[in-house]
């Protein structure tokens, strides 16, 4: 079975610009998580999709945005790029009321 | 509000011996734990879980064991090996909803 993937691996934004990080879950997976990842701290939850709608959201402003599709596969948005933005992005996918999440290799993005 | 902590940064152990990852909690609602491994440049790497209704669970060198009075929870490898060196994430969740991560401890095994 495939794991999560994510794409691009790596991107350089201006600030002030818009960007679209894009996950592919695991086979078999209908939920799927994001999480920023600043450097030298642990993960912190954005929001989590099932079934195309959001399923809960953590403590990020409304320019953090996201969609799932009907393959379950994943976009996360971000507007009007912040400095701070700068971060690992991680995409976790997992089956609706289970606990095995996994995770894919993330997109370092960088804000200049 | 850091309902997860780590308050270790990093660990450093010999080779053959026990490492021992430490994770405190304060939300008494959280039902299921996780430690997650980290390599650079890669995504978090499920190591071993725990239900909030037992103490321990153990699978080969790797062992968590929950202490519900004390919010508290451990990660014992043993032996360690080389390998073993990477950055060590504990989380928690209630509900299997969202992840909460604590802030990660950096493992060395010396040889």
């Known amino acids: 079975e495939t794991g999560v993937t994510q794409s691009p691996t790596h991107l350089i934004k201006t600030r002030g610009q818009q960007v679209t990080l894009r996950c592919s879950s695991q086979s078999g997976h209908n939920t799927v998580s994001w999480y920023q990842q600043a450097l030298g701290q642990g993960p912190q939850f954005i929001f989590q999709y099932y079934r195309e709608e959001e399923n809960g959201r953590g403590n990020f402003p409304p320019r953090f945005s996201g969609l799932q599709f009907p393959n379950y596969s994943s976009e996360l948005n971000v507007n009007a790029l912040e400095l701070d933005d700068s971060a690992l992005y991680l995409c976790?996918?997992?089956?609706?009321?289970?606990?095995?999440?996994?995770f894919g290799s993330g997109t370092r993005l960088t804000v200049v | 509000d850091q309902q997860v902590k780590q308050n270790s940064p990093s660990l450093s152990v010999q080779e053959g011996r026990i490492s021992i990852l430490n994770c405190d909690y304060t939300n008494s609602m959280f039902d299921y734990f996780l430690w997650y491994k980290k390599y650079p440049a890669e995504g978090p790497t499920f190591l071993i879980s725990?239900?909030?209704?037992?103490d321990k669970n153990e699978d080969g060198r790797f062992t968590v064991f929950l202490n519900k009075s004390a919010k508290h929870l451990s990660l014992h490898i043993v032996p360690s090996q080389p390998g073993d060196s990477a950055v060590y994430f504990c989380a928690a969740t209630q509900g299997a909803q969202k992840l909460v991560f604590g802030q990660g401890t950096r493992l060395t095994i010396n040889p």
């Open positions: 725990i239900s909030s209704i037992k």
């Open positions: 976790a996918s997992s089956s609706d009321g289970h606990y095995g999440y996994t």
